[in-house]
C-alpha cells in the first residue's frame, strides 16, 4: 500500500509539472500586454524595465527554474492589471473558500439526490419512477446546461423572492446556485448507479442470497448497491473538481464572489499571472482528485491488491 501510494504521489508531481510547465510557456507567448496597466502610456525604456524586473527578460528555461523557486516559497506571483501589484495568493484567499463552499454544498446535494434515485430506479427498472428517472436524466444531458441555468434564475429568482445579485450572507441566495451546479452529477450518479446496480443483480452472488431467502429489497440496498457504488467512488473526488470549474458560469450568472467569475475576468483582462495563478491551484486539485479517487478504490474493494502484480501466487 506504502509503495503503491508513493508512486501515486510520485506520478502526480510529475503531471503537476509537466501541466504548470506547458501553461507558462503558454503564457510567455501572450502579448507583454497583460504583465502592465497602463501599457499605452508606457514609453518602450519603461517596457524593457519593467519586464527585467518581472525576469521576463531572461531565456525561458531560467525563468521556469525562478517560477518553480518562488512557487515552493509560496510566491504565485503578483496581479500586474486585475489588482496593481497585489499577491496573487491574497486575491485567491479571498475568493477560494467561496467557490469551495459552494461546491460542497453542490456535491451533498448531488450525492443526497442522485445515489437515491439511481438505486430506486434500479430497485423499480421500468416502472413509473424508472421512467420519470430517465426523463430528468435524458433532459439534463441533452439540453444545454446555460439553457436550464436561465430558467431556474428566471423563475427561482420569483420563488424564493431574490435578486439577481448574489449576497453571501443571506442563505437565500445560495439556494438557486447550488441547485443549478447539482442537476449535472445529480443525472450523472443516477444514470450511473442504475445501470451498476442492473449489472450487480444478474451475478450469481445474487441469485444465492435471494435463493437463501434474503427479500429483494435486502439484497438490492445491502449486497448489490454496496458493489455497484465501487466503481463510482472513483469520480466523486473528480467530480467535485468538476463541480467547482462547472462554477464558471454560475458564478458569473449570479454575480458570485468565487473563483469561477474571477477566471473569467482575468482573462479578459489579459492579467497573466492572475491566470497562471488560478490554473495552477485547478491543476493541483484536479491531480489531488485524481489520487484520491484512486485510494477510494482501493479502500472501498477489497479484491484490488496492490502487493501483488496480476498472475502472481
Given amino acids: 500500500m506504502l509503495l503503491y501510494l508513493s508512486k501515486r504521489i510520485a506520478r502526480s508531481f510529475l503531471t503537476l509539472i509537466i501541466i504548470l510547465t506547458v501553461v507558462f510557456c503558454l503564457l510567455r507567448l501572450m502579448p507583454i500586454e497583460g504583465y502592465f496597466q497602463n501599457f499605452d502610456k508606457m514609453t518602450p525604456q519603461q517596457i524593457e524595465v519593467g519586464l527585467k524586473e518581472m525576469g521576463l527578460s531572461d531565456p525561458l528555461p531560467l525563468q521556469i527554474v525562478h517560477f518553480f523557486q518562488k512557487l515552493l516559497h509560496g510566491d504565485l506571483g503578483t ?103 447539482s442537476l449535472g452529477n445529480i443525472a450523472f450518479y443516477g444514470m450511473w448507479l442504475r445501470r451498476y446496480m442492473i449489472d450487480e443483480s444478474n451475478k450469481d452472488y445474487v441469485r444465492l442470497a435471494k435463493a437463501k431467502g434474503l427479500s429483494e429489497g435486502n439484497v438490492m440496498f445491502k449486497h448489490i448497491f454496496r458493489n455497484a457504488f465501487v466503481p463510482l467512488a472513483q469520480y466523486i473526488p473528480t467530480a467535485f473538481l468538476n463541480t467547482v470549474i462547472g462554477s464558471i458560469y454560475i458564478e458569473s450568472l449570479y454575480s458570485i464572489p468565487g473563483m469561477g467569475g474571477l477566471l473569467v475576468t482575468v482573462i479578459k483582462k489579459h492579467d497573466n499571472a492572475m491566470v497562471q495563478g488560478i490554473v495552477l491551484l485547478y491543476a493541483c486539485v484536479g491531480v489531488l482528485g485524481l489520487l484520491l479517487g484512486d485510494l477510494m478504490m482501493v479502500t472501498l474493494d477489497p479484491r484490488i491488491s496492490l502487493g501483488k502484480k496480476a498472475g502472481d501466487r
Fill in 79 to 181: 496581479s500586474r492589471i486585475y489588482r496593481s501589484n497585489v499577491p496573487v495568493s491574497d486575491i485567491l484567499a479571498d475568493k477560494v473558500p467561496v467557490s469551495i463552499k459552494l461546491g460542497i454544498w453542490s456535491m451533498v446535494v448531488s450525492l443526497l439526490v442522485g445515489l437515491p434515485m439511481g438505486a430506486f430506479m434500479a430497485r423499480y427498472q421500468y416502472r413509473w419512477f424508472d421512467k420519470i428517472g430517465t426523463f430528468f436524466i435524458v433532459c439534463i444531458q441533452a439540453v444545454p446546461a446555460a439553457v436550464y441555468f436561465l430558467y431556474i434564475q428566471l423563475y427561482g429568482t420569483q420563488l424564493f423572492h431574490v435578486g439577481l445579485l448574489f449576497q453571501i450572507d443571506d442563505p437565500n441566495y445560495w439556494i438557486l446556485p447550488v441547485i443549478s451546479m
